[in-house]
């Protein structure tokens, strides 16, 4: 599975992310099929409905070989995977999972707002009960992927909290569907210019009167079950996380590797020069850290067991890693590292961004605090 994931990347992701980065365009419709085709968005749909019925360790390790190419293919096959799913009764579900597995049932996920980021509790878009339907009205920071999804899943207050209760009661997540390239009615926005991460395009959204079906608030099993279900979602997206930055931080290894033995300076390809040779063996050794890391907790929620720390310690340790190693690749390159003739640069771009989405580097070390000090 790891030989076919990495030929893919090679073959197929690498020469999209050479063409499309440049020009900051999102993976085409055609491409995600491809994705579909490969398995990839059902790698953790149960195989009755036409997943892979596997865990969290092959999902990341996928991952990570798509992220060693472009991260953003490793990202969207997180919008599949039974994500958007449980809505409706159990014979919609069934055929919402089919379609998730086969890449036909694409998220976006809207959580952020301009004012709620690391403190999502704090998000204000809301959803007032009205007959048959849900109305809701806000605006949303961030949500990639947005126009080219099949639904968005916002995140909204549909209740205040009670007097003593946390300020995330109340919060529910609402599936608003929509048609592929364009927003439903009642939704507009603008795309944010970002320096990188450029296979998804990424939307502040305003919602107003949107319509939603009461049966698309996405319902998760009672009780200790719910909780466990969220924590194991907000897990498996550390875990995610890590893999796509372990990729990248390799992605920089291999190239250098290469370039040190190509490039001659003082009448001596670079690979000569301990220095270099010694910076690239750190880089390799960090990399390989990393992952060993990501593998044991994603057994960890393969197994079943609590790893709320762990997921936080690995996403904190694995991206701030690829932000050094990947800096560290354009170093290496020298001036050529510091131009768009050479792969090195996007990856230090993409790598930047994964110490702050998926929650930031300083949130990891709070979960990670909380838990040796209290709160
Ligand atoms: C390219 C991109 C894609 C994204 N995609 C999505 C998406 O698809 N859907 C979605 O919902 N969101 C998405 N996000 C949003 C992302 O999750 C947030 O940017 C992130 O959670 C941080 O929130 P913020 O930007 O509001 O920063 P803030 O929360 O304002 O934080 C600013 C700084 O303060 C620090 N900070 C905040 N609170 C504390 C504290 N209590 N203690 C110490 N430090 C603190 C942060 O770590 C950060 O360094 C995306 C963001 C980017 C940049």
Known sequence: M????????????????????????????????????????????AAEHGGMGLGTFEYCMVAEELARAWMSVASIIARGQGMGTQIGDSARQDDLLVRSARGEWIGAVALSEPDAGSDLAGVTTRAVADGDDWVVDGRKRWTGFAKAADFIQVLCRVRDPEPGESRAAGLANLVVEKERGRFPKGVTGYQIDKIGYHGFTTWQLDFTDVRVPKTNLITSPAGTAAFKAVQKGLNVARVHTAARAVGLARAAVEDCADYLRHRVQFGRPLSDFQALRFTLAEMAAKVAQARAFYQ?????????????????????????MAVEVTGQGVQLHGGNGYTTEYRVERYWRDARLTTIFEGTSQIQQHIIADRLLGK
């Open 2 to 45: 790891q030989r076919e994931a990495r030929r893919f990347a090679r073959q197929e992701v690498l020469p999209l992310a050479d063409e499309l980065d440049p020009q900051k365009a999102e993976m085409p419709r055609k491409f995600l099929d491809r994705i579909g085709e490969q398995g990839y968005f059902g790698i953790t749909v």
């Open 296 to 320: 044991h907790v994603a057994h960890l929620i393969d197994t079943g067991q609590p790893c709320e720390q762990e997921a936080a310690m690995v996403k904190l340790l694995a991206t701030e």
